[in-house]
């Protein structure tokens, strides 16, 4: 593990790597009103405001522009992966899912802002503070869901599939599973349990998109993480403190996408940069996070695992 978060990390979602939900809110409110056709979240501002910091409040609003605190990268990248995952969920209950597990759930709203078909149970899986806090907001909000929304409150990091049982999961169902912006976040250990686990709980049929990360190449790491650094001090020098580098787990981990091949999904991926150039989206640039070299994968479980 080379990264110094503590596994007690209780995700505040106004610091911490709770913060980055945020982080990610706020691109989505920016993209949002850049973009309609790519990417439509109405409750990502006001889910913003709702957590009260008054800069990503600023910036989720418009009264503050993103100049090089929020790169057009990370704004188009807000917009290519919300098309991404929400293709995924429509494919998924056109193909007849009608059960949904979205992990990491964050200040995701697809549970609000989706047309699911009659019968959807969406089950949201974060830790329990992040999902009390975004129930009452988009209660107070007015904001009713759009499927049967079910909560399972426990950190990933963990044995999690007992919560996500006991809110009512059925792992004889076909299922399609989302893990939007999470490995990462993960250490490798745990990201290898989270995958075992999901395939354990997904009967045939089931469907799975998330992200697949090369992994560094020599002298790399130190790179990303002064890139980070960097970013990270862009957004002190705005009074909002953050360790990009610290919240993320750097170095190698198994990938993703040949990790799941060889629990017996069947995968397709596309890179950011081919998904940009799908949307419409300019090119990236000095993309010294390799940002551009990431797959998002979508995929099928023919065949039962258990």
Avoid: C
Avoid at 161 to 182: C, I, K, Q, V, Y
Avoid at 243 to 263: C, F, I, K, S, T
């Amino acid at each position: 593990m080379s990264s110094s978060r503590s596994d007690a990390d209780a995700r505040d979602l106004a610091a911490g790597v709770g913060a980055t939900a945020t982080m990610a809110a706020t691109a989505r409110a920016i993209a949002t009103r850049e973009d309609r056709a790519l990417i439509d979240d109405p409750f990502a501002e006001p889910l913003v405001r709702a957590v009260g910091v008054d800069l990503l409040t600023r910036l989720a609003s418009g009264a503050q522009a993103p100049d090089d605190l929020v790169g057009q990268m990370w704004i188009d990248g807000a917009k290519a992966r919300t098309k991404f995952y929400d293709e995924f969920f429509r494919a998924a209950t056109d193909a007849g899912s009608r059960q949904v597990v979205i992990l990491a759930s964050g200040l995701d709203s697809r549970a609000y802002r989706l047309p699911w078909p009659a019968g959807t149970v969406v089950y949201e899986v974060d830790q329990p503070r992040v999902l009390e806090f975004k129930t009452r907001a988009l209660a107070e909000l007015g904001a009713a869901p759009t499927a049967d929304r079910r909560t399972a409150a426990v950190d990933l990091r963990e044995e999690w599939s007992a919560a996500l049982r006991a809110a009512g999961f059925d792992p004889t169902r076909p299922t399609a599973w989302s893990a939007e912006g999470l490995l990462g976040y993960l250490p490798p250990a745990a990201q290898d349990r989270l995958l075992d686990t999901v395939t354990e709980l997904s009967a045939p049929g089931s469907r799975l998109a998330t992200e697949s990360r090369p992994n560094p190449r020599p002298g790399e790491e130190e790179t990303t993480r002064r890139r980070l650094d960097r970013i990270s001090e862009q957004w002190r020098g705005q009074n909002f403190d953050t360790d990009m580098a610290r919240l993320r787990y750097l170095g190698a981990r198994n990938e993703a996408a040949p990790y799941l091949l060889g629990l017996g999904w069947t995968l397709r991926g596309i890179s950011v940069r081919d998904l940009f150039a799908a949307n419409g989206l300019p090119p990236l640039t000095d993309d010294d996070l390799r940002m551009g070299d990431l797959l998002h994968i979508s995929g099928i479980l023919e065949k039962s695992a258990r």
